[in-house]
C-alpha cells in the first residue's frame, strides 16, 4: 500500500478535524498520523512536534477569525457593524470549536507570527469602529474591549459557561446593546471636551 503524500496543510488539516469534531484534547500525534494513514515520525517533516502543531492550529483559527471579521465588517458602520463583528466571531467558534480553542492554547508573547495574528484581529476591529467617533486612542481601546467582550463570549458559550436557562441570543443581544452604549458615551465625551 504506497503510503499518503504529505505536507504540512494536509497534517494541520487533520489535527483541525479532530479538534472541531471531538475537541482539542482529542489531538494527539499518534492520533493524526493515523488519520492520515502514516507512522508519527513521518509527521516530523512538517511539524516540530506536538507545540509546533497547536501553535499552528492557533495561527489557523486567527487567521479565520480575522478573514470573517474583515468580510462582517464590510459595508456596515456604527452600531451595526458591532452586532456584525459579534455574530462573525461566535460563527467562528461554532464553525470551527477546536481551531478556535487552539487560539488560547499556545502562547503569542514573543512570537512575532502570532503576535502579528492577534494584531491583525484588532486592527480589523480598529478600522470598523470608523463610523463612530472616537480618536485613535479612543479606537483602539474599545477595538480591544471588543475582541475580550466577543472572546469571552464566545469562549463561554462553546465551552457550556452559560448554565442557567435563558435565551443566549437575547444575552448576546444585550452584550451588544452595552457595548454600543458604552462606545456612544466616549463619543459624547469627546463631544464635550472639543
Given at each position: 500500500m504506497?503510503?499518503?503524500s504529505?505536507?504540512?496543510?494536509?497534517?494541520?488539516?487533520?489535527?483541525?478535524?479532530i479538534?472541531?469534531?471531538?475537541?482539542?484534547?482529542a489531538?494527539t500525534?499518534?492520533?493524526?498520523?493515523d488519520?492520515l494513514?502514516?507512522?508519527?515520525?513521518?509527521?516530523?517533516?512538517?511539524?516540530?512536534?506536538?507545540d509546533?502543531?497547536?501553535?499552528?492550529l492557533?495561527?489557523r483559527?486567527?487567521?479565520?477569525?480575522?478573514?470573517?471579521?474583515?468580510?462582517a465588517?464590510?459595508?456596515?458602520?456604527g452600531?451595526?457593524?458591532?452586532?456584525?463583528?459579534?455574530?462573525a466571531?461566535?460563527g467562528?467558534?461554532?464553525?470551527?470549536?477546536?481551531?478556535?480553542?487552539?487560539?488560547?492554547?499556545?502562547?503569542?508573547?514573543?512570537?512575532?507570527?502570532?503576535e502579528?495574528?492577534?494584531?491583525?484581529?484588532?486592527?480589523?476591529?480598529f478600522?470598523?469602529?470608523?463610523g463612530?467617533?472616537?480618536?485613535?486612542?479612543?479606537?483602539?481601546?474599545?477595538?480591544?474591549?471588543?475582541?475580550?467582550?466577543?472572546?469571552?463570549?464566545a469562549?463561554?458559550?462553546?465551552?457550556?459557561?452559560?448554565?442557567h436557562?435563558?435565551?443566549?441570543?437575547?444575552?448576546?443581544?444585550?452584550?451588544?446593546?452595552?457595548?454600543?452604549?458604552?462606545?456612544?458615551?466616549?463619543?459624547?465625551?469627546?463631544?464635550?471636551?472639543?
Amino acid at each position: 500500500m504506497p503510503r499518503a503524500s504529505l505536507d504540512t496543510q494536509r497534517v494541520i488539516d487533520e489535527a483541525a478535524s479532530i479538534a472541531d469534531a471531538e475537541g482539542l484534547d482529542a489531538v494527539t500525534l499518534t492520533r493524526v498520523a493515523d488519520r492520515l494513514g502514516v507512522r508519527q515520525p513521518a509527521l516530523y517533516r512538517h511539524v516540530e512536534g506536538y507545540d509546533d502543531l497547536l501553535r499552528s492550529l492557533g495561527l489557523r483559527g486567527r487567521e479565520m477569525l480575522a478573514d470573517r471579521l474583515s468580510t462582517a465588517a464590510q459595508g456596515v458602520a456604527g452600531p451595526d457593524v458591532v452586532r456584525a463583528l459579534g455574530d462573525a466571531w461566535r460563527g467562528v467558534v461554532r464553525e470551527a470549536p477546536g481551531l478556535y480553542a487552539a487560539t488560547d492554547r499556545y502562547p503569542c508573547a514573543g512570537d512575532a507570527e502570532l503576535e502579528d495574528a492577534v494584531e491583525e484581529v484588532v486592527t480589523i476591529i480598529f478600522r470598523s469602529l470608523g463610523g463612530f467617533k472616537l480618536d485613535e486612542a479612543q479606537r483602539i481601546h474599545v477595538a480591544r474591549a471588543l475582541r475580550s467582550s466577543f472572546h469571552g463570549f464566545a469562549h463561554l458559550e462553546s465551552g457550556d459557561g452559560h448554565p442557567h436557562p435563558h435565551d443566549l441570543e437575547e444575552t448576546f443581544s444585550n452584550l451588544v446593546d452595552l457595548l454600543v452604549a458604552g462606545i456612544r458615551q466616549l463619543e459624547s465625551t469627546a463631544d464635550t471636551a472639543a
